[in-house]
């Protein structure tokens, strides 16, 4: 992972003006770094995060993993031991348009996680989801290789990396 300082959303989004993304301001913070900044990797699954914990297995490389839920406030897609997961194999953060648990754990942990909300119930485990393809949620057009920052302010994307 990158040690420069990541730019501050509000900076990207004054100096960038249209070229960047801004997403709905629907995510919660949960993870233990609130800045964080990476190349973006796309899964979509619903209520089913077997392919989270595979993809987090996997070398993150400093990305962020964005994961479309399809916004279900039914079962968590995260929760404390993949935000592990994500630490050990070097994963910047993860986005999740749905739920995670155990937010206690993922507070504690360094890594980015944002997510719409929290939910005690896990998920199923059936191995059924895409990735990397374009998805759109919370006002964003999301397609692999994009840059996500993150950070108090909330989420702004960029066709490529951003220096200010």
């Keep these: 992972m990158s040690t420069t300082p990541t730019p501050?959303?509000?900076d990207i989004a004054d100096a960038q003006g249209d070229a960047v993304q801004v997403?709905?301001?629907v995510f919660?913070?949960?993870g233990g770094r609130q800045r964080f900044a990476g190349p973006i990797r796309i899964l979509k699954v619903f209520e089913d995060n077997t392919l989270v914990r595979e993809w987090l297995e996997e070398p993150g490389e400093g990305a962020v993993l964005v994961i479309d839920?399809?916004?279900s406030a039914r079962c968590a897609l995260v929760g404390g031991n993949l935000g592990q997961l994500g630490v050990d194999n070097g994963w910047a953060g993860?986005?999740?348009y749905g739920q995670v648990r155990d937010s206690?754990?993922?507070?504690?942990q360094n890594i980015g996680v944002m997510a719409l909300g929290t939910h005690p119930r896990k998920s199923v485990k059936r191995g059924v989801g895409e990735r990397d393809l374009p998805v759109r949620f919370a006002d964003l057009r999301l397609r692999p290789g994009q840059w996500l920052?993150?950070?108090e302010d909330g989420i702004?994307?960029?066709?490529?990396a951003v220096s200010l």
């Excluded at 702004?156 to 490529?160: F, L, Q």
């Design 8 to 10: 501050a959303t509000t």
């Design 23 to 25: 997403a709905a301001p």
């Design 28 to 30: 919660r913070h949960y």
């Design 104 to 108: 206690a754990e993922l507070g504690a």
């Design 94 to 96: 993860i986005v999740v």
């Design 156 to 160: 702004v994307v960029a066709e490529e």
């Design 149 to 151: 920052y993150a950070d």
């Design 69 to 71: 839920g399809g916004g």
